[in-house]
């Protein structure tokens, strides 16, 4: 799949900035960007340089007051999410606000947290928000070249990404190696419960890509610990999560009526939280209805 960039829509007249209050591009011809969740004519937009600065501005505020070691959770509000509708940047907005974030972590002591945090997001942004999958797979290795020496508990992630790079390149037989070693490492280093899930859901998915069935891992367990997930799901954002992951697992295990059924719900859950022109909905939908036409082709096989 060629890589692609995607344009900022057009800023509504009399739209200002959140943060200076001034309408138009800032002083360097940065326009207005709205990539989250705000409705409305004006809500939500702001000048991405002025963001940069409110996030630096607080990351700096935070580490004086906390030291080196301070959950990731901190930062997310910062350069990830709006404060307004509190959802996750999208698009190119992600992207750009990622690559800032990595550079301004740079300042931060090499055993930083928030270093390893920064390498990680922008290497998801870049290939879910931006399809810029070698650009995400450098990050990843970057990534891994800190877990020997400082942080050996990302490098079940990196390597799990490097392995999603490959797959969203449909270059199955590269991922499966990946993901293999992301499951080795994770059950020998500290990697949440929920990650190593997420591990098995891929590695089954892209071994059944490759016709290769792996008894190490049941399908139907993994069908059920997502159930058991959504029935747990903190909020929205995080069942919609679990709900792709089931409707993975299903299509897996053959139960491809019930995976339609889900992948629908699930996008329900997209148009409810970020709209439904939204351009994060609109490329679940275009996943979705490849996915459908798939299962389609399946059972009419039968």
């Not at 509000?77 to 698009?91: R, S, V």
């Not at 293999?180 to 891929?202: F, G, K, M, P, Y």
């Not at 954002?237 to 995976?259: D, M, N, V, W």
Request: proline share 5%; glycine share 6%; aromatic share 10%.
């Amino acid at each position: 799949m060629a890589e692609q960039s995607t344009s900022p829509p057009p800023t509504p007249s009399g739209a200002a900035c959140w943060i200076c209050l001034e309408e138009g591009p800032d002083g360097s011809g940065g326009p207005l960007m709205r990539n989250c969740a705000c409705r409305g004519d004006s809500a939500g937009y702001a000048h991405v340089s002025c963001i940069v600065k409110y996030a630096q501005v607080e990351m700096k505020k935070t580490v004086s007051s906390h030291g080196t070691y301070i959950p990731s959770s901190k930062a997310e509000t910062k350069w990830k999410k709006c404060p307004n509708c509190k959802q996750q940047y999208q698009g190119q907005m992600a992207v750009t606000l990622s690559n800032h974030y990595v550079t301004h972590s740079k300042d931060l002591p090499e055993d930083h947290e928030w270093r390893m945090d920064a390498l990680h997001y922008s290497a998801y942004c870049h290939m879910f928000q931006g399809n810029q999958y070698d650009a995400a797979m450098s990050l990843f290795r970057r990534l891994l070249q800190y877990t020997n020496s400082h942080h050996p508990h990302w490098f079940a992630p990196s390597c799990f990404g490097i392995g999603l790079a490959y797959e969203m390149k449909k270059a199955f037989s590269e991922a499966l190696p990946w993901y293999e070693r992301a499951r080795n490492a994770s059950s020998s280093c500290l990697v949440r419960q929920t990650t190593r899930d997420e591990i098995d859901t891929a590695y089954t998915r892209v071994s059944a890509f490759l016709g290769i069935i792996d008894a190490s891992v049941p399908v139907r367990n993994l069908v059920d610990i997502w159930r058991q997930r959504i029935r747990n799901a903190p909020d929205e954002y995080y069942s919609f999560e679990c709900k792709i992951r089931l409707a993975e697992c299903l299509g897996c295990s053959g139960q491809y009526i019930e995976a339609l059924a889900v992948g629908k719900e699930a996008i329900g859950y997209f148009v409810r939280v970020l709209g439904p022109d939204h351009e994060h909905t609109m490329k679940a939908k275009s996943m979705h209805d490849r996915h459908t036409a798939r299962y389609r082709d399946f059972l009419a096989t039968l």
